[in-house]
């Protein structure tokens, strides 16, 4: 696949946005922007794992609580 160039028209009011003449689509040229995004995303997937993973540690920590109790009570 060759890289080509697209003539955009810019969009007023929008200096990272541009039209395509072609398909008229509206195309965002804001690379760093877009990456800063993606980071982002990953960052709060990462955090909302990790977030999930102490809910689970923590429910077994109490499972293994009440099951100790129970054991004490007996």
Sequence with gaps: MKDEYIELIPVEGHTNLGRDETSNAIINTDNAGYEAYIKAREERKKKDRELSE?????????????SVISQLDK
């Design 54 to 66: 102490l809910k689970d540690e923590v429910r077994e920590l109490r499972d293994l609580l009440k």
